[in-house]
């Protein structure tokens, strides 16, 4: 049986953000360190696979 990962996101500023499911549209996103932050929290960790949507409304 093939695992299927479901990657849930409100990033809503980004490319790949679905806004009505909350959820990346990716099938893999690569996450990273957050350099120099040791907060020992979750923003020490980011999705490096973000792109910025040019034409996102605020
Ligand atoms: S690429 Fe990263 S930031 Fe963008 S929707 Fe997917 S998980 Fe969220």
Known sequence: ???KQKINCTVGSCEYNDMQANSC????????????????TPDE???SSY???QNHQH
């Open 25 to 40: 549209k990716l099938k893999q996103i690569i996450v990273t360190p957050n350099q120099n932050n040791h907060t020992t």
């Open 1 to 3: 049986m093939q695992e």
């Open 51 to 53: 792109k910025y949507e």
């Open 45 to 47: 960790s980011m999705c």
